[in-house]
């Protein structure tokens, strides 16, 4: 379950989006003292997406996306404009299939089915 406050990361990351953003000097910047007041509803917003934010999985995303931004931005935008700049999350590799030895299986199968047939015989017709 992800908890309401965003973690460190996360949030270090939209400030340093969002004050970079502010040091372009795009058109329609917010006013200085209305920066940490934005930067702060960018996380809130960002955060409460439905999206499990992983460390691990999403840093580099974030950061790509505020890279794409800054190359092209002439206007400030909103957090949805910026989420249209997330790069998907990078695909991981699946897992092997487990190995199991096929008369181990057999034999667990048998015994199930033993099980069953020993259900069966002892229920009330």
Same mark, same amino acid.
């Given at each position: 379950?992800?908890?309401?406050?965003?973690? @460190?990361? *996360?949030?270090?990351?939209?400030?340093?989006?969002?004050?970079? @953003?502010?040091?372009?000097?795009?058109?329609?910047?917010?006013?200085?003292?209305?920066?940490?007041?934005?930067?702060?509803?960018?996380?809130?917003t960002l955060?409460? %997406?439905?999206?499990?934010?992983?460390?691990?999985?999403?840093?580099?995303?974030?950061? %790509?996306? *505020?890279?794409?931004? *800054?190359?092209?931005?002439?206007?400030?935008?909103t957090p949805?404009?910026?989420?249209?700049?997330?790069?998907?999350?990078?695909?991981?590799?699946?897992?092997?299939?487990? %190995?199991?030895?096929?008369? %181990?299986?057999?034999e667990n199968?048998?015994?199930?089915?033993?099980?069953?047939?020993?259900?069966?015989?002892?229920?009330?017709?």
């Amino acid at each position: 379950m992800k908890s309401e406050q965003p973690p @460190l990361w *996360f949030a270090n990351i939209i400030i340093s989006g969002v004050q970079t @953003l502010y040091g372009l000097n795009v058109a329609n910047r917010p006013a200085a003292d209305q920066v940490i007041p934005l930067a702060e509803v960018w996380i809130e917003t960002l955060w409460s %997406k439905n999206i499990g934010w992983e460390q691990d999985l999403d840093s580099d995303r974030l950061h %790509k996306a *505020f890279r794409a931004i *800054f190359g092209e931005v002439s206007e400030w935008i909103t957090p949805a404009q910026y989420m249209q700049h997330l790069p998907p999350r990078p695909k991981q590799q699946a897992l092997p299939p487990p %190995k199991y030895p096929a008369e %181990k299986a057999r034999e667990n199968i048998a015994k199930i089915q033993a099980m069953l047939r020993d259900k069966i015989k002892t229920m009330p017709h």
